[in-house]
Every structure is written in C-alpha cells, then in structure tokens.
C-alpha cells in the first residue's frame, strides 16, 4: 500500500513477526519515459523501494507495475528481474482519479481492448512471472465479465480479486456475490483480497470459498498486525503489537530526517494501527491532534507501555 506497506514498515513487521506474511506486494511503481537513460541514481531512487540491499531483512516482496505502457513495462520487468525478482504483478485496481484517468490501475477495466493490447505485447517480452491485480470493475461490476476471458489467454502466476469497483474506492460493501461469481471463471490461481480485518474475516472467506487459492490482507494488517499468527493460531499477545509500533516509531524517527515529515508519516500509520491497541478512539485522536513531535512520541509511547 502506497505510503504504508513500504519497506520501512516491512522490515520492522519481519523483524518483530519473523516470517508471519509470506510476501509483500510492494506498492505501485509507476510506469515513466526514459527509465533506462535516467541517470544511475535517479534510477535507484526510483526502485529504493525495491532494491535488494534496502530489502535485506524484509518480508519477501513481489514488485507491482502501474501504468500500460508496454515498453516501459517490459523495460521495468527488465530491471526487477535484474535486481533477482521473479515476478511483477500488473496493478488494475487502483482508483485514484489522477490514474483511472489516464486508463491506468482500475481506468483501465472498461476497456477490453487495452487490457489485451498490454498483455500480447508484454507476455513475450517480460522475464518474471506475471501475476495481476484487479477490481470488478472502474464503474460497473459488468466490466470484470469481459477481462476475464482476455486474462485466461495469458500465463498468469495468479489474479488477485479485489470485489470492489474503483468508485467505490475503499468504502462500501465487498461484493461476494459477484466474486463467488467470477471465482471459477478465472483459470490463473485466484487471491482474494477486501476488508479482511479479523481472524474470522478469514474463516469466513476460506469457508465460502474453498477454490481461492490465497488471501491478501490489506489495511487489516494494520488494523491488526498479528493477525496473519492469530489465524494460523499463534495467538499473539497485545504486548507483541506494542513493541511493533513503538518500534516502527523508532524507524521512522531514524530513517526520515525532517521532524514535520516524520509527524506525518507517524500519523499515517497511527490512524490505522492505533485499532490494534485497547484505546479509545478519543484516545487515539489526541495523537493526530498534536502538532509537536515530542508530545507524540509521549502520547504513543504512553498508549504502548
Ligand atoms: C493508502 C492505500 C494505498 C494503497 N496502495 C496500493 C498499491 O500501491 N498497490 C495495490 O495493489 N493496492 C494498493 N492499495 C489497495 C490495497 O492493496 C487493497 O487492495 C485494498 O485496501 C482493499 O483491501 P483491504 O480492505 O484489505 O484494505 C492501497 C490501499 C490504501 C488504503
């Protein structure tokens, strides 16, 4: 998730929960020109976010590719591969305006003919696995119904289902519905992915949906960090979160140099991760209230005791 799942927080998750996530989809690196002729440090900036030496230590990652952009892609799939990655995920389910706009993440669902443009001229030419991310659709859960059999022509490691549209952004209700639909029309191994917050969000999707090959967490793994132990019944304490936060509230201090970006970026992450702990929500608000960076760091510190 951009701005969260970044590998600043994946080292400290692997740290404090070794091996809990099986691997990461690394948030969205966005499809630009004249990647190759960009200077060797521009590049690295670019990829920081993926780069092995950055990574050591961290939840294996997948990286993920926004844009369609076929030469761009490939020249992309170049580089990870380079880097030692063996599969790129595809994302078309992003829903900010500024990309659905240009036809890219979930803009890019009502239309068919894209869809398979990127793929013919991509699959031949990239070297990792190719895996895909998808909504139901940027308006209409109908437009998943004409991706489908364009995805099934291409050698997918695996299409990941988000049942939302890219309208309804984050909110309102996953459709399972339409998803218990889908499922067994997709030939790719299928990861469900929406609103998995809770241990029985899990129960309740493995039961309904045997077929589904995996399941993505997203914001829940912020909601509730242990949760990928507490479903394979490794009940973690609430002391276990504790260290996790006040341990990511370290990194950030160390790794983002200016103090009004750290407060920032620690407000971030408390707006979700502060459901984790037993406090209220009045509680969490003085955090993201306060403006000075030791009141804070007090303030979490003290909530995490
Ligand atoms: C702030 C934010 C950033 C996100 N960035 C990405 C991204 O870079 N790539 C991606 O595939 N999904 C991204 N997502 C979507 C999540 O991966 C996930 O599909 C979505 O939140 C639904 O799952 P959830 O209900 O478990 O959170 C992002 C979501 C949020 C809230």
């Given amino acids: 998730?951009?701005?969260?799942?970044?590998?600043?927080?994946?080292?400290?998750?692997?740290?404090?929960?070794?091996?809990?996530?099986?691997?990461?989809?690394?948030?969205?690196?966005?499809?630009?020109?004249?990647?190759?002729?960009?200077?060797?440090?521009?590049?690295?900036?670019?990829?920081?976010?993926?780069?092995p030496e950055n990574n050591e230590d961290s939840i294996?990652?997948?990286?993920?590719?926004?844009?369609?952009?076929?030469?761009?892609?490939?020249?992309?799939?170049?580089?990870?591969?380079?880097?030692g990655y063996r599969e790129v995920n595809w994302n078309m389910g992003c829903p900010m305006r500024a990309v659905t706009g240009k036809h890219r993440g979930s803009g890019i669902l009502p239309y068919p003919d894209e869809v398979r443009m990127v793929l013919d001229a991509v699959v031949p030419k990239i070297k990792c696995q190719?895996?895909?991310?998808?909504?139901?659709?940027?308006?209409?859960?109908?437009?998943?119904?004409?991706?489908?059999?364009?995805?099934?022509?291409?050698?997918?490691?695996?299409?990941?289902?988000?049942p939302r549209?890219?309208?309804?952004?984050?909110?309102?209700?996953?459709?399972?519905?339409?998803?218990?639909?889908?499922?067994?029309?997709i030939k790719a191994p299928v990861i469900y992915n929406g609103d998995i917050c809770t241990v029985?969000?899990?129960?309740?999707?493995?039961?309904?949906?045997?077929?589904?090959?995996?399941?993505?967490?997203?914001?829940?793994?912020?909601?509730?960090?242990t949760l990928p132990l507490d479903a394979a019944?490794?009940?973690?304490?609430?002391?276990?979160?504790?260290?996790?936060?006040?341990?990511?509230?370290?990194?950030?201090?160390?790794?983002?140099p200016h103090t009004e970006a750290q407060i920032k970026k620690t407000k971030e992450y408390w707006g979700l991760l502060w459901k984790s702990l037993p406090i209220s929500e009045m509680q969490a608000r003085e955090v993201l209230r306060a403006q000075d960076v030791n009141i804070v760091d007090n303030l979490i510190e003290g909530f995490t005791q």
């Fill in 1 to 51: 998730m951009q701005g969260l799942t970044e590998v600043l927080f994946r080292r400290v998750y692997e740290e404090c929960f070794p091996e809990a996530v099986a691997r990461a989809v690394a948030p969205f690196l966005s499809l630009t020109h004249n990647l190759q002729q960009a200077s060797p440090r521009a590049r690295a900036l670019f990829l920081r976010d993926v780069l």
């Fill in 60 to 83: 294996p990652v997948i990286p993920q590719i926004l844009g369609k952009e076929p030469e761009e892609f490939v020249e992309l799939d170049h580089m990870l591969y380079d880097l």
């Fill in 130 to 162: 190719l895996s895909v991310k998808v909504r139901l659709g940027l308006r209409d859960k109908v437009e998943i119904f004409r991706i489908i059999p364009i995805l099934n022509d291409y050698p997918l490691a695996s299409v990941t289902v988000h």
């Fill in 165 to 185: 549209t890219g309208r309804q952004q984050y909110g309102g209700e996953v459709d399972l519905e339409t998803f218990g639909q889908v499922l067994p029309m």
């Fill in 200 to 225: 029985q969000d899990i129960r309740r999707i493995e039961t309904r949906f045997p077929e589904v090959a995996d399941i993505m967490v997203g914001r829940g793994l912020l909601y509730h960090p």
């Fill in 233 to 256: 019944g490794e009940q973690q304490p609430v002391t276990s979160t504790k260290h996790f936060i006040r341990r990511l509230m370290e990194d950030i201090k160390v790794k983002i």
